[in-house]
Nanobody, 122 residues
Framework: QVQLEESGGGSVQAGGSLRISCKLS????????MGWFRQAVGKEREGVAF????????WFADSVKGRFTISRDDATSTAYLQMNNLKPEDTATYYC???????????????WGQGTQVTVSS
């Protein structure tokens, strides 16, 4: 059974930093993508950042480029989202997601974490 367990998040003032992590347990496939969506109150869910295996690359939403980085440790099946220079508009529930390909994880992930709250105050 595949599970995604998130940790991190919290509250920070604008300009601050937070890191959230997502640990995958179970087997998706030899190659898989992981990343995050976020959803703010009253807004649609949006993709934030995704990372594939070695050599597969990364993807970032335009709104977070230059501020967020994503990495993964395949030894522990854990992905990390480092969020720097946070803005109030980054406030949302962040959901980890995973699937076998970039298209799948980007459009309709088969696996989801429980979500973690990130709150940025001005």
């Amino acid at each position: 059974q595949v599970q995604l367990e998130e940790s991190g998040g919290g509250s920070v003032q604008a300009g601050g930093s937070l890191r959230i992590s997502c640990k995958l347990s179970g087997y998706i496939g030899e190659y898989y993508w992981m990343g995050w969506f976020r959803q703010a109150v009253g807004k649609e869910r949006e993709g934030v950042a995704f990372i594939g295996g070695v050599g597969s690359g990364t993807w970032f939403a335009d709104s977070v480029k230059g501020r967020f980085t994503i990495s993964r440790d395949d030894a522990t099946s854990t992905a990390y989202l480092q969020m720097n220079n946070l803005k109030p508009e980054d406030t949302a529930t962040y959901y980890c997601a995973a699937d076998r390909t970039f298209i799948e994880v980007r459009r309709r992930p088969g696996y989801w974490g429980q979500g973690t709250q990130v709150t940025v105050s001005s």
